[in-house]
C-alpha cells in the first residue's frame, strides 16, 4: 500500500483531465491535431493504468496505491482513492474502451471534434474516480457526474432524430434513482459521522436502517445495470447513441451498477443483502428470460445487443446475490467480459451502419459473399456473446451457476434457461445478416473492414481468447478481495 504522491493510479486518474485542458487551449479548426491530442492522452492513459496491473500486489486484500488530501477534514470527509481487485480490471477497461470510442470515431464524427473529444476524456476521468475513490461522498459525486458528458454525447452527437428523447431518458432515470442513495448517504453520515468507506466498513447498522439503507442504494445500482423493471431507458439511448457512446455505455456505464452492489451493498448491510436475495433472484430471473425473449423479437441492430445486455446482467446480479465466493468471481468475470464483448458487437454493428446508414435487420442478408473479414468477426463475437466454450463470457457464466448452485438449485435451472436462449438469439442474428441471399435492392456498394477497423476489432478477440483459455491470469487479482467481502458478510 502506498501513499507516496507519485503513484501509478494518481497519474493514471489526473491524465484524462490534463488532456481536457490541453484540448481545451488546442485550436478548435485543427481537427487532425485535435484527434491526435485526445487519442495520445487516451493511450498515455491506458499505458500508465497497465503499471497499476503490473505493480499490484494479489496477495492482500487491502487497497493499494492510496492517496489521500484533506479537503473536508473539518467534516471529516477526505479525498482519499486507491485499489483493490475488485475495482482493478474496471480501470483497465475504461482506459482500454476509451482508446476505442476515439478510433472508432475518427471519419464518423464530423462536427464539433474537439467538444466530442473533452466529453469522452472527461467521463474517463470521471469513471476512472468512481472505481478508485474510497470516500461515500465523492463516490456520488463522481457517480452522477458520468451522466453530464453522457447526456452530451447522446444528445449531441446521436445519430437519429429521438436521440434529445434518449438523452434526457438516460438522464433523468439515473438521476431520479440516484437521489434515493443520496438520502441514504445523508442518514449514514449523520449516523456515523464519516463517509470513509474502510470506516463505514466497520459501522454497526440495526436490521431495520439496513434494510431502509439497502433500498435506498438498490433503486440508484439497479437502474445503472439496468435491472427489470428499470432497464426502459437502456434500448433508447442505445438505439440514438454514436457507436463509440454504445461502446462506452455498454462497456462500462452498465457495470458500475454491479461495483456499486460489491462495493457499498453487501459489505455495509450484510443482514439486508441476505434479507433481499430472493428479492434480487426474483428480478434477476425475470431479467435474464424476459429479456432474451424480448431480443428474439427486435428488428433494431442495436436494440438487439442493448436487450441482451440485460440479460447478461441479469446473470451478473443473480452470482453477486449468491453470496458465494464463486458466484462473486464469475459475476465480476462476467462483467469484464460482457464489457468487451458487447462493445465489440456495437462495433460490428456501428460498422454496418457507417456504410449504409440502417440498422433494420430486414436490409442484411447474406454478407459473408462481400464483406467476409467482417463476418469472420462477427462469428467470434456472437459465440462469445452466447458463452461458447473458450470465450470469455464461458468461464464468467460457468462459474455464476457455479455459486448460485450452492444457494438455489431452481435459480440454477431457471437461470440455465436464459444461457439457451441467449444461444437463440445469438445464432439467429448471425444467420440472418451473414447468411441468405445476398439483398443487392437495398445496397449497391459493399466494402469489407478497413484496416483501421480490423485492428481496431484484433484486441477485443485477443482479449476474450486470453481471457477464456487463462482466466486465472485475472482470478488471481481478486482472490483475496472477495474473500474479505465474504468474511464481511458473516454477520
Keep these: 500500500m502506498t501513499t507516496e504522491l507519485f503513484n501509478p493510479l494518481l497519474i493514471t486518474s489526473l491524465t484524462p483531465f490534463c488532456g481536457v485542458i490541453i484540448l481545451h487551449f488546442t485550436p478548435s479548426t485543427s481537427i487532425h ?44 470527509i477526505y479525498y482519499t482513492i486507491g485499489v483493490d481487485g475488485i475495482s482493478l480490471f474496471f480501470i483497465l477497461l475504461t482506459t482500454f474502451l476509451t482508446i476505442i470510442c476515439i478510433l472508432i470515431s475518427w471519419n464518423s464524427v464530423q462536427i464539433l471534434i474537439k467538444e466530442y473529444l473533452i466529453c469522452f476524456l472527461v467521463l474517463e476521468f470521471c469513471l476512472i474516480q468512481v472505481f478508485s475513490v474510497l470516500d461515500l461522498l465523492f ?39 440516484s437521489l434515493l442513495m443520496l438520502l441514504g448517504l445523508v442518514c449514514v453520515y449523520f449516523q456515523t459521522g464519516t463517509t470513509d468507506i474502510q470506516l463505514l466498513w466497520q459501522a454497526q447498522f440495526s436490521e431495520f436502517r439496513q434494510l431502509i439503507l439497502w433500498l435506498a442504494f438498490f433503486a440508484s445500482f439497479a437502474v445503472k445495470i439496468p435491472m427489470i423493471p428499470f432497464h426502459i431507458w437502456l434500448p433508447e439511448a442505445h438505439a440514438e447513441a454514436p457507436t463509440a457512446g454504445s461502446v462506452i455505455l455498454a462497456g ?23 434479507f433481499f436475495t430472493p428479492f434480487v433472484f426474483s428480478l434477476s430471473l425475470i431479467a435474464v428470460i424476459y429479456a432474451s425473449l424480448t431480443t428474439l423479437r427486435q428488428i433494431d441492430l442495436k436494440k438487439i445487443i442493448a436487450y441482451s445486455s440485460v440479460s447478461h446482467m441479469g446473470f451478473v446480479t443473480i452470482g453477486i446475490f449468491s453470496l458465494t465466493f464463486q458466484g462473486i468471481e464469475g459475476s465480476i468475470l462476467l462483467m469484464i467480459s460482457h464489457g468487451l464483448v458487447s462493445s465489440a ?91 441468405g441471399i445476398l439483398k443487392t435492392q437495398y445496397f449497391s456498394f459493399f466494402q469489407d473492414v478497413s484496416r483501421r477497423e480490423f485492428w481496431i476489432l484484433i484486441p477485443f478477440v485477443l482479449s476474450i481468447l486470453w481471457i477464456g483459455l487463462y482466466p486465472n491470469s485475472l482470478l488471481y487479482e481478486f482472490h483475496f478481495s472477495i474473500i474479505n467481502l465474504i468474511e464481511q458478510l458473516k454477520i
Excluded at 168 to 174: E, I, N, V, W
Excluded at 253 to 263: A, D, M, S, V
Design 33 to 76: 491535431l485535435c484527434r491526435l491530442v485526445g487519442l495520445y492522452i487516451s493511450c498515455l492513459t491506458f499505458i500508465f493504468s497497465l503499471f497499476i496491473w503490473i505493480e499490484f500486489d494479489s496477495n492482500t486484500s487491502l487497497f493499494q496505491f492510496v492517496y489521500t488530501a484533506n479537503w473536508l477534514q473539518e467534516w471529516n
Design 139 to 177: 463516490f456520488y459525486i463522481f457517480f452522477e457526474s458520468v451522466l453530464i458528458p453522457m447526456f452530451l454525447i447522446v444528445g449531441v452527437w446521436g445519430s437519429r432524430l429521438r436521440k434529445i428523447r434518449a438523452a434526457y431518458q438516460l438522464f433523468l432515470y439515473t438521476l431520479i434513482g
Design 252 to 274: 462500462i456505464l452498465l457495470k458500475i451498477g454491479g461495483f456499486g452492489f460489491l462495493r457499498f451493498s453487501l459489505p455495509l448491510f450484510p443482514s439486508a443483502s441476505i
Design 345 to 435: 458487437l456495437f462495433l460490428c454493428i456501428g460498422i454496418l451502419y457507417d456504410r449504409h446508414k440502417t440498422r433494420i435487420i430486414k436490409y442484411y442478408a447474406g454478407l459473408i459473399q462481400v464483406m467476409p473479414i467482417f463476418g469472420i468477426f462477427f462469428l467470434f463475437f456472437s459465440f462469445a456473446n452466447l458463452g461458447f466454450p473458450g470465450t470469455s463470457s464461458f468461464i464468467g457464466e460457468f462459474l455464476v451457476l457455479f455459486g448460485v448452485f450452492r444457494a438455489s438449485i431452481l435459480v440454477t435451472i431457471l437461470a440455465s434457461v436464459g444461457m439457451v436462449l441467449g444461444a437463440a438469439y445469438s445464432i439467429w442474428l448471425f444467420n440472418r445478416i451473414i447468411f
